[in-house]
């Protein structure tokens, strides 16, 4: 997507902002990552016996995949309410680094907290992965109403994604309903890769992936949080110690 130079003028109008936000969806192969997942997601609902409008509000205020499937899941084996919440949560955890890298981006010395809030709430692996993409080429005073238009766009193919999957549910065979959902993990990795220019970068993918299946021998149930912590760990030492040296 090609949007206009950082002093434009155009960018004084918060309305156009927004629609160029929205738009901005288009631009990105993870829209069409996201389309294909909400449709396993919808056909997930529709066989564990949920009703539209439930997985419609899941969509709008979990909105994040993986928690999804977990809540889903959770509650369709019959785990209570409180189970399924603490399953969330854990799962939600992998998106806090994510909220405090982004924000930053976003943030003016006058900009208040509950202008905020909405934008956190979309901060997901793919509006994450969009942000460091798109918001520099945004300027800084227009960087949250482009973030919420770029949110509500995704939001938008997420919710239709969700309806037509319930709909196809009976003609969806279960094999490829399992195959799309891996395809969010899949475009995050790629799209990662994709976006490393310095060694720390990719030192903290590598040795992310390599420490994996090490940790999951441990059976903590937070695997990917214990080798994600501990390689970008790794990683920020390695860059500290040359920027030292």
Do not use: K
Not at 14 to 34: D, H, I, K, Q, Y
Not at 39 to 46: E, F, S
Not at 153 to 164: D, E
């Amino acid at each position: 997507m090609r949007l206009p130079p950082l002093d434009s003028p155009h960018w004084t109008n918060p309305v156009r902002t927004f629609a160029w936000g929205m738009s901005a969806v288009t631009s990105t192969v993870l829209t069409l990552v996201l389309f294909a997942t909400y449709l396993g997601i919808g056909a997930l609902a529709h066989d564990t016996h949920f009703s539209l409008l439930w997985v419609l509000l899941s969509t709008l205020l979990v909105w994040a995949g993986p928690a999804q499937i977990i809540l889903i899941s959770t509650l369709g084996s019959g785990a209570t309410a409180v189970q399924a919440a603490i399953a969330v949560t854990l799962s939600a955890i992998r998106l806090f680094p994510m909220v405090v890298s982004v924000l930053p981006m976003l943030r003016m010395p006058q900009t208040r907290r509950r202008e905020l809030v909405l934008s956190t709430h979309f901060i997901a692996v793919t509006l994450w992965v969009e942000c460091f993409r798109l918001l520099p080429q945004v300027p800084r005073e227009r960087r949250i109403v482009f973030t919420n238009g770029l949110g509500c766009g995704l939001l938008t193919v997420c919710l239709i994604a969700t309806a037509l999957g319930y709909q196809m549910a009976a003609r969806l065979p279960p094999l490829f309903a399992a195959a799309i959902l891996l395809l969010t993990p899949l475009a995050f990795l790629l799209s990662t890769a994709r976006n490393c220019r310095q060694i720390s970068d990719m030192l903290a993918l590598a040795l992310g992936l390599a420490l994996y299946p090490l940790v999951t021998r441990l059976d903590t149930g937070v695997d990917v949080l214990i080798s994600g912590v501990a390689a970008g760990t790794i990683a920020y030492g390695v860059h500290w110690w040359r920027e030292r040296a």
